[in-house]
């Protein structure tokens, strides 16, 4: 790619903006990062203060964009579309078939999986086909007396009433959004491997204010589900204890004791596991709601987000799920989002011009013109020595130096 691509994850806890390029095996070369504390203008994936986040946004954006890594202005960026309402439903439609499966049974299908309300549907997965109950990847042209169709709505409550200030916001930054993204299916780009999604695992993304949990099996997206429960709310059960300024760092170092008597747990770290078992139990129910249980039990759960950094909840999740739970291979998990996202856009973010450099003064010194007196003409070349003289001129004149 040239150039190189932009995003921007608005957190709960943060806004993190990020630019990179991509090489031809589409590898991240991080170039500039850029956060700043939301401070209450999120919440939950939905901007509650327009005019603190469009403050907010124009300050990250434009140290993102002014840092000396980037030759070139930003011209757009990808967004992460996240929120507590985001979930997924299967959809599945059946339509007997006289004589052989044609191109506008299968288009009339595909309008059926998108009939939807508008203001909900995000996205829809590819619809897969299935002929007399029995899977078809090209079903036009074949014979059967019964189609199926299946696929997955992802759908978002809230998005159309936060799209639009997410777009001004942008435009008050003379910056337009490239394309809106799903974000937990952009971390699960940069948090899974091809053969952890074909063989079948469920990706446990811990935020500050909202956990997602998404299923893959046979390469696909099987099923996705918000759980409004995070980090934050371990921080705020430590608050309510009224005895530490900094419940954040007193999260971070004590974490969950296992396997301790009673007596050797402090009322803080009873406080933690107690949230953190809560947490547990919702993602563990979820997994089992989505009926994936028994197709993931090889590979299991894989964790990232900020929140799942909370020592020992990796060994909790074990104790509560009686699946293999690993962290995914990244150096900092609560990048993990816009990572993804830098890793789903496609299009290139930056100007075709160069950023405006201001020219540089530079301080010029008095010239002082200085005219030379010519020199006198040469005395005339003296005749050609002979004897000795002549040999000695010669040596000197082509021997080596």
Not at 90 to 118: H, M, N, P
Not at 373 to 383: L, R, V, Y
């Amino acid at each position: 790619m040239e150039g190189y691509v932009a995003a921007i994850d608005l957190g709960t806890s943060k806004m993190l903006a990020m630019a990179a390029k991509k090489d031809h095996l589409n590898k991240l070369e991080i170039l500039a990062t850029e956060s700043l504390p939301t401070e209450g203008c999120v919440a939950r994936g939905r901007i509650v203060d327009v005019n603190e986040a469009t403050g907010k946004v124009h300050s990250v954006v434009s140290a993102l964009s002014s840092q000396s890594a980037l030759t070139h202005e930003l011209k757009n960026i990808y967004i992460g579309i996240g929120g507590q309402s985001l979930h997924s439903e299967a959809y599945s439609c059946k339509k007997e078939v006289d004589g052989s499966v044609t191109k506008d049974l299968l288009i009339s299908l595909e309008d059926e999986c998108e009939c939807w309300e508008k203001s909900e549907l995000l996205e829809i997965t590819k619809p897969e086909y299935y002929l007399d109950g029995i899977f078809s990847s090209h079903p036009e042209g074949k014979t059967c007396k019964e189609i199926e169709v299946k696929c997955l709505r992802l759908l978002e409550r809230q998005f159309d009433e936060d799209r639009d200030p997410i777009e001004k916001i942008l435009d008050d930054n003379s910056i337009a959004v490239a394309k809106f993204l799903i974000s937990p299916l952009a971390t699960a780009e940069i948090a899974l491997t091809r053969l952890q999604k074909k063989e079948g695992c469920a990706l446990v993304e811990i935020g500050a204010a909202l956990t997602y949990v998404s299923i893959y099996k046979d390469s696909k997206l099987k099923f996705l589900v918000t759980i409004p429960l995070g980090g934050d709310a371990i921080t705020a059960d430590i608050s309510a204890l009224d005895d530490f300024s900094d419940a954040e760092a007193v999260k971070k170092n004590n974490g969950i004791l296992l396997n301790e008597s009673e007596a050797a747990e402090t009322t803080v770290n009873k406080v933690i596991k107690a949230r953190a078992v809560e947490i547990c139990a919702n993602i563990v129910h979820q997994i089992k709601h989505s009926g994936y249980e028994s197709e993931i039990k090889d590979i299991g759960i894989v964790l990232t987000g900020g929140g799942a950094q909370l020592k020992n909840f990796d060994k909790l999740l074990i104790q509560e799920s009686g699946l293999p739970v690993q962290f995914a291979p990244l150096n900092d998990h609560s990048q993990a989002c816009v990572q993804g996202l830098l890793l789903s856009g496609k299009d290139n973010c930056a100007k075709d011009t160069p950023k405006y450099e201001p020219p540089v003064e530079v301080e010029v010194e008095e010239v002082v013109e200085v005219v030379e007196t010519p020199a006198p003409p040469a005395p005339p070349k003296p005749s050609k020595p002979s004897g000795k003289r002549w040999k000695f001129l010669m040596k000197g004149l082509f021997d080596d130096v």
